[in-house]
């Protein structure tokens, strides 16, 4: 281990800084993505972390993810300390366009940890997320309740023991009885949350909106505390739409877990594929050929403006304007014969692969996306003097829920929420990934860090969506739609009517999936709503052994308490608008 | 007060008026049964409540807009509250956690009152044979239409609701209030739609090939990079 010790010392800076600051108490492990992972101890967790995110030059102000790993069953640990459970951190630093991710071992009979929200707020529900999952339990937690399951779920169904299926279970009965427990324990304590019931001049009111309200987007609960209809605390509770995608990444192949990435983020259909098969990429040392890349980053992009579409949309017609929002669904179905005749599909069409894309595009393709984007930016201008100039929009939302780049990486909020304040981390700009060096776009920005403007950069960003389509359209490469490589999944059919060995490879990967190498790697890329990454680990099977899924609407729903509290009920409308979430991209 | 004389035999003027009036009576004047009547309004005005679990309730959302236009069934009213509809359509997946708010809801809507289970989840579980999901729908309300997809086109869920309004025209419910043992809800037959369309399907020959867009027109450029062509090199 000291000799890895020494090589990480000699590639990244926060190795050396890490060492300088702690001696040898951490220990470097080596990822296929090259984030630098270090091991330390429990009891210097918070003294690492407070010097990350605190001390250290240049430092890592964004808490990107946090979670756990049942190590019971693996075998391939090489060079990492004993372990039953294994809780990381994953942070970023924006000045050193840097990651490092911090691993902590636990064992089974002492799974307790200090809890990261006196450094980070933003922790708190990951922490709670991880004790509902695996049952780590974090010491000094403010409020250590269930977040996702049921409150009187039994287990942790991330750990290995817990059944994954529905049918391995108990079926599910609703009786009266059932109903009125579950019902009962979904009551709002305001107690339970610190909230007096009163204060000297006034009795406060609690009002729960939701699971289901329609300017909830979902089925997400806030508990609201109302001094008349002033906003004074609001609690958000989550987990209604909790689909197990985590876990389901344990018993799917490699390549039949690509279907349910989609229903991830279920407005960014293809994007969500990305993250995912780029990973598994990494994994294999697929290299993807210059056509499947171009065609993955038009489809992204083309979803991107479905996806922003629909917020521009619900956004004005959840402060008032009740029009626009048929006009935008009526621009996204345009769009739908498009993303239809490529792919066949129209919100999960699943389309991309390990290795490349499924399908070559088909002729004619090039007539209907320029006509699209030809005839968008016309409809745009009418958006614009609609909606954006519309003085009454401009009230509801200029000043409502603001706050500023710090609070935003302090809270870990990313992708147009984070932009709004200024802050110009674009992962597309600042690392890219998957072929978007090639394109010219510019990263719209603004100042205020209010609802207007996570509107105005989403509106924008449409417009550069537009451009880095046009660019597709205009130079896509020929070629390939997919790596010769052999981990290609399905590898290319007409290969296979030629010799044996690709026969044979075909048949493989077809029924058992591919095998991917024993790997850990973060692929992270900045989704519709933010940054979404999948951390794959692979014990050399033909299944993850552990997917972990970061996604940008889990932090921005965690926010909500800090950006509402003063406000009226219509403001918090407002917000809730404006954060863009879908409830599958929070709960998983 | 307003009068005029009128001639004890009928001429032919006034014969003209007569015809006229009746024509005019013919057009404006429905004779039928009450409770038909009471049954093709119903099937006509069936008011949805806006609820909406997951990936579902955008394609349902979708049904609403322009291009497809719930409002030519009648059923464009969403109602933010079930006392108001009749219509609960599940658009998602059924979560345990979610589950006993979902039989809240229902026990709310006023019978006579339908349910749409819209989707492979909501169907049967779907791709979701997992923990924290309800394996269908029907293992605790009773569902009236099943439309399947993942998530179904819209116009597939205007065909589940233009199947209910068929069965909802047929039903003939009580008009005053009654005391039965069904509680006044008769349950809507469910025939097999696969089955009864299978004929009308497998007379399709010509299926759309997925190499080419519709009757676009193919660019010189776009031919070098078809499958076929490289395929050769």
Same mark, same amino acid.
Not at chain 1, 53 to 78: C, F, M, T, V, W
Not at chain 1, 96 to 101: H, P
Not at chain 2, 197 to 220: C, F, I, K, N, Y
């Given at each position: 281990?000291?000799?890895?010790?020494?090589?990480?010392?000699? @590639?990244?800076?926060?190795?050396?800084?890490?060492?300088?600051?702690?001696?040898?108490?951490?220990?470097?492990?080596?990822?296929?993505?090259?984030?630098?992972?270090?091991?330390?101890?429990?009891?210097?967790?918070?003294?690492?972390?407070?010097?990350?995110?605190?001390?250290?030059?240049?430092?890592?102000?964004?808490?990107?993810?946090?979670?756990?790993?049942?190590?019971?069953?693996?075998?391939?640990?090489?060079?990492?300390?004993?372990?039953?459970?294994?809780?990381?951190?994953?942070?970023?630093?924006?000045?050193?366009?840097?990651?490092?991710?911090?691993?902590?071992?636990?064992?089974?009979?002492?799974?307790?940890?200090?809890?990261?929200?006196?450094?980070?707020?933003?922790?708190?529900?990951?922490?709670?997320?991880?004790? @509902?999952?695996?049952?780590?339990?974090?010491?000094?937690?403010?409020?250590?309740?269930?977040?996702?399951?049921?409150?009187?779920?039994?287990?942790?169904?991330?750990?290995?023991?817990?059944?994954?299926?529905?049918?391995?279970?108990?079926?599910?009965?609703?009786?009266?009885?059932?109903?009125?427990?579950? =019902?009962?324990?979904?009551?709002?304590?305001?107690?339970?949350?610190?909230?007096?019931?009163?204060?000297?001049?006034? $009795?406060?009111?609690?009002?729960?909106?939701?699971?289901?309200?329609?300017?909830?987007?979902?089925?997400?609960?806030?508990?609201?505390?109302?001094?008349?209809?002033?906003?004074?605390?609001?609690v958000p509770d989550i987990g209604y739409h909790h689909r197990a995608a985590e876990k389901m990444g344990e018993r799917q192949s490699w390549h039949t877990f690509i279907p349910y990435t989609d229903r991830i983020d279920y407005l960014g259909g293809v994007m969500n594929n990305l993250p995912y098969v780029m990973a598994i990429e990494q994994m294999a040392g697929i290299e993807v050929p210059p056509r499947a890349q171009v065609i993955r980053i038009m489809l992204a992009e083309l979803f991107r403006i479905s996806s922003h579409l629909i917020f521009y949309g619900t956004f004005v017609q959840d402060v008032g304007q009740m029009s626009p929002v048929f006009y935008m669904f009526a621009d996204r179905e345009r769009l739908f014969s498009i993303i239809e005749a490529i792919t066949g599909g129209r919100m999960h069409p699943s389309?991309?692969?390990?290795?490349?894309?499924?399908?070559?595009?088909?002729?004619?393709?090039?007539?209907?996306?320029?006509?699209?984007?030809?005839?968008?930016?016309?409809?745009?201008?009418?958006?614009?003097?609609?909606?954006?100039?519309?003085?009454?929009?401009?009230?509801?939302?200029?000043?409502?829920?603001?706050? $500023?780049? /710090?609070?935003?990486?302090?809270?870990?909020?990313?992708?147009?929420?984070?932009?709004?304040?200024?802050?110009?981390? @674009?992962?597309?700009?600042?690392?890219?990934?998957?072929?978007?060096?090639?394109?010219?776009?510019?990263?719209?920005?603004?100042?205020?860090?209010?609802?207007?403007?996570?509107?105005?950069?989403?509106?924008?960003?449409?417009?550069e969506s537009l451009r880095i389509v046009r660019q597709c359209l205009d130079n896509m490469p020929g070629g390939d739609y997919k790596a010769l490589h052999p981990q290609t999944t399905p590898p290319p059919k007409e290969r296979t009517m030629e010799d044996i060995e690709t026969l044979i490879q075909h048949f493989l990967n077809v029924s058992w999936g591919p095998v991917i190498p024993p790997s850990e790697c973060t692929m992270a890329?900045? /989704?519709?709503?933010?940054?979404?990454?999948?951390?794959?680990?692979? @014990?050399?099977?033909?299944?993850?052994?552990?997917?972990?899924?970061?996604?940008?609407?889990?932090?921005?729903?965690?926010?909500?308490?800090?950006?509402?509290?003063?406000?009226?009920?219509?403001?918090?409308?407002?917000?809730?608008?404006?954060?863009?979430?879908?409830?599958?991209?929070?709960?998983? | 007060?307003?009068?005029?004389?009128?001639?004890?035999?009928?001429?032919?003027?006034?014969?003209?008026?007569?015809?006229?009036?009746?024509?005019?009576?013919?057009?404006?004047?429905?004779?039928?049964?009450?409770?038909?009547?009471?049954?093709?309004?119903?099937?006509?005005?069936?008011?949805?409540?806006?609820?909406?679990?997951?990936?579902?309730?955008?394609?349902?959302?979708?049904?609403?807009?322009?291009?497809?236009?719930?409002?030519?069934?009648?059923?464009?009213?969403?109602?933010?509250?079930?006392?108001?509809?009749?219509?609960?359509?599940?658009?998602?997946?059924?979560?345990?956690?979610?589950?006993?708010?979902? =039989?809240?809801?229902?026990?709310?809507?006023?019978?006579?009152?339908?349910?749409?289970?819209?989707?492979?989840?909501?169907?049967?579980?779907?791709?979701? $044979?997992?923990?924290?999901?309800?394996?269908?729908?029907?293992?605790?309300?009773?569902?009236?239409?099943?439309?399947?997809?993942?998530?179904?086109?819209?116009?597939?869920?205007?065909?589940?609701?233009?199947?209910?309004?068929?069965?909802?025209?047929?039903?003939?419910?009580?008009?005053?209030?009654?005391?039965?043992?069904?509680?006044?809800?008769?349950?809507?037959?469910?025939?097999?739609?696969?089955?009864?369309?299978?004929?009308?399907?497998?007379?399709?020959?010509?299926? /759309?090939?997925?190499?080419?867009?519709?009757?676009?027109?193919?660019?010189?450029?776009?031919?070098?990079?078809?499958?076929?062509?490289?395929?050769?090199?």
């Amino acid at each position: 281990m000291s000799e890895l010790a020494d090589q990480s010392a000699t @590639d990244t800076g926060v190795a050396m800084q890490l060492k300088a600051q702690f001696g040898t108490d951490c220990l470097f492990q080596p990822t296929v993505d090259g984030i630098p992972t270090f091991w330390v101890s429990k009891d210097r967790l918070l003294p690492v972390m407070s010097f990350l995110k605190n001390q250290i030059k240049r430092p890592y102000p964004l808490l990107l993810d946090l979670s756990a790993i049942d190590e019971r069953l693996r075998e391939h640990r090489e060079g990492q300390p004993d372990a039953d459970f294994t809780a990381f951190y994953h942070l970023m630093s924006l000045e050193r366009n840097e990651d490092v991710r911090i691993k902590v071992a636990l064992s089974d009979a002492d799974n307790r940890l200090p809890s990261l929200t006196p450094v980070w707020q933003s922790a708190n529900w990951y922490e709670r997320e991880a004790f @509902d999952m695996f049952g780590i339990v974090f010491d000094d937690h403010p409020n250590l309740r269930r977040i996702l399951t049921p409150p009187l779920w039994e287990g942790h169904p991330l750990r290995k023991e817990h059944p994954a299926r529905a049918t391995e279970m108990d079926p599910f009965k609703m009786t009266p009885e059932f109903q009125q427990a579950q =019902q009962e324990d979904l009551r709002f304590v305001p107690e339970e949350w610190g909230m007096n019931r009163e204060a000297k001049h006034t $009795d406060f009111m609690f009002l729960n909106l939701g699971p289901n309200h329609p300017s909830v987007h979902g089925v997400f609960r806030v508990a609201l505390q109302l001094d008349g209809e002033v906003v004074i605390d609001a609690v958000p509770d989550i987990g209604y739409h909790h689909r197990a995608a985590e876990k389901m990444g344990e018993r799917q192949s490699w390549h039949t877990f690509i279907p349910y990435t989609d229903r991830i983020d279920y407005l960014g259909g293809v994007m969500n594929n990305l993250p995912y098969v780029m990973a598994i990429e990494q994994m294999a040392g697929i290299e993807v050929p210059p056509r499947a890349q171009v065609i993955r980053i038009m489809l992204a992009e083309l979803f991107r403006i479905s996806s922003h579409l629909i917020f521009y949309g619900t956004f004005v017609q959840d402060v008032g304007q009740m029009s626009p929002v048929f006009y935008m669904f009526a621009d996204r179905e345009r769009l739908f014969s498009i993303i239809e005749a490529i792919t066949g599909g129209r919100m999960h069409p699943s389309w991309f692969r390990i290795g490349g894309v499924c399908q070559d595009l088909p002729a004619g393709w090039d007539a209907m996306v320029r006509d699209f984007i030809d005839y968008m930016p016309k409809r745009l201008a009418e958006y614009e003097r609609m909606s954006m100039q519309n003085s009454i929009l401009k009230r509801r939302t200029i000043g409502i829920g603001q706050y $500023d780049t /710090a609070e935003a990486l302090d809270w870990g909020v990313t992708g147009p929420g984070l932009r709004a304040t200024g802050c110009d981390w @674009d992962l597309r700009k600042k690392r890219p990934y998957g072929g978007y060096d090639q394109f010219e776009f510019d990263v719209p920005i603004a100042h205020n860090g209010d609802c207007y403007d996570r509107c105005r950069v989403r509106v924008d960003e449409i417009h550069e969506s537009l451009r880095i389509v046009r660019q597709c359209l205009d130079n896509m490469p020929g070629g390939d739609y997919k790596a010769l490589h052999p981990q290609t999944t399905p590898p290319p059919k007409e290969r296979t009517m030629e010799d044996i060995e690709t026969l044979i490879q075909h048949f493989l990967n077809v029924s058992w999936g591919p095998v991917i190498p024993p790997s850990e790697c973060t692929m992270a890329i900045e /989704a519709t709503k933010g940054i979404n990454s999948y951390y794959l680990i692979s @014990d050399g099977g033909t299944m993850s052994y552990r997917t972990r899924i970061r996604t940008p609407s889990f932090p921005h729903l965690q926010m909500i308490p800090l950006i509402s509290n003063g406000f009226l009920i219509a403001d918090l409308i407002a917000i809730l608008a404006s954060i863009d979430f879908v409830m599958a991209d929070v709960d998983r | 007060m307003r009068w005029r004389l009128i001639k004890t035999e009928p001429d032919a003027s006034m014969k003209q008026v007569d015809d006229a009036f009746n024509e005019d009576l013919a057009d404006s004047v429905l004779v039928t049964k009450l409770q038909d009547l009471v049954a093709w309004s119903r099937a006509h005005s069936i008011w949805p409540f806006n609820f909406g679990l997951s990936c579902c309730y955008v394609e349902m959302a979708t049904a609403i807009t322009p291009r497809h236009d719930i409002a030519r069934f009648g059923s464009e009213i969403m109602r933010a509250t079930p006392r108001q509809a009749d219509l609960l359509i599940v658009t998602g997946t059924v979560f345990r956690k979610m589950g006993p708010v979902l =039989q809240h809801l229902y026990d709310q809507l006023l019978a006579p009152r339908w349910v749409i289970s819209m989707g492979s989840c909501s169907n049967s579980g779907g791709m979701y $044979d997992v923990y924290s999901v309800v394996q269908g729908v029907d293992k605790f309300l009773p569902v009236d239409v099943y439309v399947p997809g993942c998530p179904p086109r819209p116009e597939a869920l205007l065909q589940g609701l233009i199947l209910l309004q068929e069965a909802v025209e047929k039903d003939r419910r009580p008009l005053a209030w009654v005391v039965d043992e069904t509680g006044g809800a008769e349950r809507i037959a469910k025939p097999n739609q696969r089955d009864l369309r299978t004929p009308e399907r497998m007379a399709v020959t010509q299926l /759309a090939q997925p190499t080419t867009v519709g009757d676009a027109p193919l660019s010189g450029e776009l031919l070098s990079s078809t499958r076929s062509d490289r395929r050769e090199k």
